[in-house]
């Protein structure tokens, strides 16, 4: 079973940007599809970006052209670069790992927007 730890959230002031890592460990990091998701207080958790196992990124709506989701498969690792960060953006932050009916999250990482 793969397991995830986010990092790299923090305080930032509207316009200004983020990058979140999500590190893998414990299984083969190249199988899994893996995304962001994230969640703000009384909101349900949605999807943010995903990223195929051979890179092809997808976007919701409310980040496109705003955030890029990559992944270095030699690193373990799956990133998400903010830019123009909006207070909307304001949640926490998942790293999800899936493949067929497996899944694991990370334990989530704080971004908050505000001046």
């Known amino acids: 079973q793969v397991q995830l730890v986010e990092s790299g959230g923090g305080l930032v002031q509207p316009g200004g940007s983020l990058r979140l890592s999500c590190a893998a460990s414990?299984?083969?990091?190249?199988?899994?599809?893996m995304a962001w998701y994230r969640q703000a207080p009384g909101n349900e958790r949605e999807l943010v970006a995903a990223?195929?196992?051979?890179?092809?990124?997808d976007y919701a709506d409310s980040v496109k052209g705003r955030f890029t989701i990559s992944r270095d498969n030699a690193k373990n690792t799956v990133y998400l670069q903010m830019n123009n960060l909006k207070p909307e953006d304001t949640a926490v932050y998942y790293c999800?790992?899936?493949?067929?009916?497996?899944?694991?999250w990370g334990q989530g990482t704080q971004v908050t927007v505000s001046s």
């Open positions: 414990g299984s083969d990091f190249s199988i899994y599809v």
């Open positions: 999800n790992a899936k493949r067929f009916v497996v899944e694991a």
């Open positions: 990223i195929s196992r051979g890179g092809s990124p």
